[in-house]
């Protein structure tokens, strides 16, 4: 798939931040994820948890100062919030593999249609290693996959069984990708709604995995 097709990746990222419920405390992962928290209503009470010590924080405001000490995940400048608690790393993991997170966003390079997630190898190509991913994957009651329905090749990273290796097993319960948002059920993936100008079959061209759509997974705005 080379062609533009569905959500840009803010729109993405909105519906995301749309699965999280006010009051939650939850972890955003590297790279898209790390939209989210912007496209988070300040008055649903999101707390915003990170690896390095943080929760409670929010994306840094362009006309803000950014303090070097005070970063995600990504290492990218970020700022507290009201009430925001700076810890150590053994009570941050703590929380992170304690079941104390309501929901985990995390980017993928596969997730299988039981839940399986692989994040962290390509299979002998160079990337950073799979970090803070599997005690998130583990340890939260939700993970929320936000990724890009294809890859670089076209190949499909929303498939029946991972072929990459493994972070978690059967722990994602949705994927955000630009075409669709789906649910993880026990009866495998349900697309819930399409992104404008999709259709279903366009999906199920693009999506490696068998796929059953909701009554009123129309497209939405």
């Known amino acids: 798939m080379t062609e533009s097709t ?22 955003v992962g590297v790279g898209m994820p790390v939209l989210v928290p912007s496209e988070v209503n300040p008055a649903d009470g999101v707390v915003f948890h990170c690896e390095n010590g943080l929760i409670g924080y929010r994306t840094l ?39 104390r997170l309501d929901a985990t966003v995390l980017g993928a390079f596969q997730v299988a249609a039981n839940g399986d997630l692989a994040n962290w190898s390509v299979g002998g190509g160079r990337v950073a290693g799979i970090g803070g991913a599997m005690d998130l994957a583990v340890g939260a009651r939700r993970v929320i996959v936000m990724l890009k329905h294809n890859d670089r090749s076209g190949n499909p990273k929303i498939v029946e069984r991972c072929t990459l290796p493994l972070t978690a097993v059967g722990c994602v319960t949705a994927i955000v990708s630009e075409l669709a948002v789906f649910d993880v059920t026990p ?35």
């Not at 569905?6 to 972890?27: D, I, M």
């Not at 100062?65 to 970020?78: N, S, T, V």
């Open 187 to 221: 009866n495998g993936l349900l697309a819930v709604k399409l992104a404008p100008g999709v259709d279903a079959g366009y999906v199920k061209a693009h999506t490696g995995a068998p796929l059953r759509f909701a009554a009123n997974a129309a497209p939405g705005g």
């Open 61 to 99: 405001r362009e006309e803000e100062q950014p303090d070097p000490d005070i970063i995600d995940a990504r290492c990218e400048p970020i700022q507290l919030v009201a009430g925001a608690s700076v810890v150590a790393h053994d009570i941050s993991f703590g929380i992170a593999r304690g079941g």
């Open 6 to 27: 569905g959500w840009g990746k803010r729109e993405q990222a909105r519906e995301v931040a749309a699965l999280l419920e006010p009051g939650w405390v939850v972890n």
